[in-house]
């Protein structure tokens, strides 16, 4: 049942008529508008503050003006566009999908802890000092690496010098006999292709010997672990000076600053890929503000977690910023409908929570109309039945 009031003008003294209309509500359609908040093909005009309610009165009394300030107030031209809500505050979390291990590499020798330079919850940079240590090498090692290089060096030029010189007399001595020139060719070429195999098993030997000893040369040089690359201490091994370090022993463990993201709990599923938002990190007068990115949610996500009630945010901010100033407070809007009539909420009054506005009509008649509202975002209302785009409401 629609209240319909409606003033019209005589000849005489205006009259009211209140009249009760049957009809039935409809879905209002519309065409898409331009975007968050749209008021496209609104005709606005600004003007002087009216009061919360429309003196229809006042307004029948006074002389009428042009359709942008009808009788002083401001008229609105309804029309589509997406309707976006703010949404409740989230808190965000740090999530690492990959951490990184610092390990010492003993091969031949004694490696000890001299230092552990880095403490747990540093942030480092590649190359950073994470623990210093003295090596103690064995010489005999070195040495006897060292003979047997020479050994090989000296075999190798030895049989180098063999075949050059019975390569040489083979290509003197070819037979003139045809037959027999060709196979004297043939063992000429086998011959090489042997001497070229064994060749390259020389080099090949001679290359390991070499790798050995320089890595024994560098070992006994090694006073400092470094870190491998950028990231976020998680921890650091109780391990004490002088204490004696094995091979692949771990020192520290890093998170990759590449692979640290802020991870967010979104049981309503608010947010979609690519929607922007803001990121406060910390709190009080100490606090810092990022534009983020989600860069992953439900049902198009970028990375193995498929948790429908969670996202990952990226923005324009370092790993080092982050970690350790949280907390981490998101807000942001989402899209909650799109492409539906959007009214102003100064031009709808609620009473007995039933919305209605004042419609302006062709002929300068008002006529307070209810609608049924979608959704209210503070800024506007958004339509589910009730008026039409191009519709004229007064704004009070």
């Not at 390259?200 to 001679?206: D, N």
Request: proline content about 2%; overall charge negative.
């Amino acid at each position: 049942m629609w209240s319909t009031l409606s003033k019209r003008r005589g000849r005489g003294k205006g009259r009211t008529v209140l009249c009760l209309l049957l009809g039935s509500l409809t879905l209002t359609g519309c065409a898409f508008g331009k975007g968050l908040f749209s008021d496209s093909g609104a005709d606005v005009v600004l003007v002087p503050d009216a009061s919360q309610y429309l003196d229809l009165k006042a307004l029948e009394e006074k002389p009428q003006q042009s359709e942008d300030t009808w009788n002083g107030y401001q008229v609105y031209t309804l029309s589509c566009g997406n309707f976006t809500t703010a949404t409740p505050v989230l808190r965000a979390g740090v999530s690492l999908s990959q951490i990184s291990t610092v390990k010492a590499q003993v091969q031949e020798g004694t490696m000890k802890l001299r230092e552990m330079v880095v403490e747990r919850n540093a942030y480092v940079h590649e190359g950073d000092v994470i623990a210093r240590v003295s090596m103690e090498t064995d010489e005999l090692v070195l040495e006897e690496l060292e003979l047997r290089l020479d050994r090989l060096k000296k075999r190798y030029t030895k049989e180098a010098q063999e075949y050059a010189q019975s390569h040489e007399e083979a290509v003197e001595n070819i037979s003139d006999w045809p037959n027999q020139g060709k196979i004297d060719r043939l063992n000429i070429e086998q011959t090489e292709a042997d001497f070229f195999r064994k060749s390259k098993e020389y080099e090949e030997q001679i290359a390991e010997y070499e790798k050995s000893i320089l890595e024994q040369q560098e070992m006994a040089q090694t006073t400092e672990i470094l870190a491998p690359e950028e990231g976020f201490v998680l921890e650091v091994r109780n391990i004490q000076a002088g204490e004696v370090l094995s091979d692949g022993q771990v020192l520290a463990v890093i998170a990759p600053a590449d692979q640290i993201t802020l991870e967010v709990e979104d049981q309503l599923s608010h947010y979609g890929y690519g929607v922007e938002m803001t990121l406060t990190a910390g709190t009080g007068i100490q606090a810092r503000q990022y534009p983020v990115t989600v860069s992953s949610a439900s049902g198009k996500m970028l990375s193995g977690d498929w948790n429908k009630h969670k996202f990952q945010v990226m923005g324009d901010y370092t790993a080092e910023e982050i970690l350790g100033n949280g907390p981490f407070n998101l807000s942001g809007y989402a899209a909650a409908m799109e492409n539906v009539l959007l009214v102003p909420t100064r031009a709808v009054t609620v009473e007995k929570q039933k919305c209605y506005v004042t419609v302006l009509h062709e002929d300068n008649t008002l006529e307070k109309t209810q609608f049924i509202a979608g959704g209210n975002n503070g800024e506007y209302y958004w339509v589910f039945d009730g008026l039409t785009a191009g519709t004229r409401v007064v704004i009070q």
